[in-house]
C-alpha cells in the first residue's frame, strides 16, 4: 500500500526556477526519505530527514518536515535541466519493522530550457 | 563498488513461463529487498531479507512468486507461472542497516514483459 502521497503529480518548471514537491503520509514514522528516478533507471537517494528534525539542507535541495501534519516538502533551487527526474518520497515507520521503506506515487518533473 | 547489480536488464517471455530475475547486492549490506514498479501500483516491497533470512514476504503478490538468498552476494525472484499482469519493473536494492533507517541502493532494475 502506499504511504505517502506526492503533490503534485507532475511539475513542469524553466531552469533557474525552484521547484517544491509534497508529500503527505499517514502513519507515523521514523525518517523520511527523498529519492529522485531518472527515465528507466533505478532510484537514488537524496537526502534524509529524521522525525525529530524539522529542516535540512544538501546543495540545493531543502526538506522540511512537518510531523504534526504528516508532511513533508521537497524544495530545489535553481532547477537545472538535469534536475528531469521523478521524485519519490519515502518513510520508514517508527515501528518494530523498520526495515520496510514504503514510498509514495512520485511526482514526474520537467525542467526547460 | 560497482553498486546494486540486476540481470537481466530486460526479459521479455510468454505467458506460462518461468521467469528467473537476478540480483547481486553491494558487498557487506545486510539487507536486501525486491520491489515492484507499476504504472498503476507505483513501487511495491515484495520481500526482504536479513543476513540472507526472508524477514517479510508479506508483499509477495502469490504463490507464484518466490524468493532465495543462498548466500550474502546474491539473491533470485522467480515467477512460475508468469502472467502478462506482472509485467512490471522489478527492483533489488540494499542497505546497510535497516533499509527505513538508513538509505537503500538501488540497481536499475530488470523491465519485464509477459506477453
Known amino acids: 500500500s502506499q504511504q505517502g502521497e506526492e503533490d503534485p503529480q507532475a511539475l513542469s518548471i524553466q531552469e533557474g526556477e525552484n521547484a517544491t514537491m509534497n508529500c503527505s503520509y499517514k502513519?507515523?514514522?521514523?525518517?523520511l526519505q527523498w529519492y529522485r528516478q531518472n527515465s528507466g533507471r533505478g532510484l537514488v537517494h537524496l537526502i534524509l530527514?529524521?522525525?525529530?528534525?524539522r529542516e535540512k539542507h544538501s546543495g540545493r535541495l531543502r526538506v522540511t518536515l512537518d510531523t504534526s501534519k504528516k508532511s513533508s516538502s521537497l524544495l530545489i533551487t535553481a532547477s537545472r535541466a538535469a534536475d528531469t527526474a521523478s521524485y519519490f518520497c519515502?518513510?520508514?515507520?517508527?515501528?518494530?519493522?523498520?526495515?520496510?521503506?514504503?514510498f509514495g506515487t512520485g511526482t514526474r518533473l520537467q525542467v526547460t530550457l | 563498488d560497482a553498486g546494486v547489480i540486476q540481470s537481466p536488464r530486460h526479459e521479455v517471455t510468454e505467458m506460462g513461463q518461468e521467469v528467473t530475475l537476478r540480483c547481486k547486492p553491494i558487498?557487506?549490506?545486510?539487507?536486501l529487498f525486491w520491489y515492484r514498479q507499476t504504472m498503476m501500483r507505483g513501487l511495491e516491497l515484495l520481500i526482504y531479507?536479513?543476513?540472507?533470512?526472508?524477514?517479510?514476504d508479506s508483499g509477495m503478490p502469490e504463490d507464484r512468486f518466490s524468493a532465495k538468498m543462498p548466500n550474502a552476494s546474491f539473491s533470485t525472484l522467480k515467477i512460475q507461472p508468469s502472467e502478462p499482469r506482472d509485467s512490471a519493473v522489478y527492483f533489488c536494492?540494499?542497505?546497510?542497516?535497516?533499509?527505513?533507517?538508513?538509505?537503500?541502493?538501488f540497481g536499475q532494475g530488470t523491465r519485464l514483459t509477459v506477453v
Open positions: 536494492a540494499s542497505s546497510l542497516v535497516p533499509g527505513g533507517n538508513t538509505e537503500a541502493f
Open positions: 502513519t507515523s514514522i521514523n525518517n
Open positions: 530527514i529524521r522525525s525529530n528534525e
Open positions: 519515502a518513510t520508514g515507520p517508527n515501528t518494530g519493522t523498520a526495515s520496510k521503506l514504503t
Open positions: 558487498s557487506g549490506h545486510d539487507y
Open positions: 531479507f536479513n543476513n540472507n533470512v526472508p524477514i517479510d
